[in-house]
């Protein structure tokens, strides 16, 4: 079982920035790809970004430019930074990883219990 614990979330004006951070933690697994999601009230949760194993990543077109995602393997910690917040931006994110559970080898998908993020125009 992963526990992903995320920190970082609050209160900014826009054209701010905020700095996530998502701590995944516990035993026999190895984690593939890590990301981040938000669900903004009345929306369905959308990828936000997402990074690979190998530091691949990809984000979605309206935080392209604005928003980093990177990890530290060693830690099994994944941030991301956000830059130039719009009001728009304002939602609960959720980190995500996608894991191999050791020694079974099957896939696991486990959730965040996400972070408020509020802009303010």
């Known amino acids: 079982q992963v526990q992903l614990v995320e920190s970082g979330g609050g209160f900014v004006q826009a054209g701010g920035s905020l700095r996530l951070s998502c701590a995944a933690s516990?035993?026999?697994?190895?984690?593939?790809?890590m990301g981040w999601y938000r669900q903004a009230p009345g929306k369905q949760r959308e990828l936000v970004a997402g990074i690979t194993g190998g530091s691949s990543t990809n984000y979605a077109d309206s935080v392209k430019g604005r928003f980093t995602i990177s990890r530290d393997n060693a830690k099994n910690t994944v941030y991301l930074q956000m830059n130039s917040l719009k009001p728009e931006d304002t939602a609960v994110y959720y980190c995500?990883?996608?894991?191999?559970?050791?020694?079974?080898?099957?896939?696991?998908?486990?959730w965040g219990q996400g972070t408020q993020v509020t802009v303010s125009s």
């Open positions: 516990g035993s026999g697994f190895s984690i593939n790809a």
């Open positions: 995500n990883a996608v894991s191999t559970q050791l020694p079974s080898l099957r896939l696991q998908v486990d």
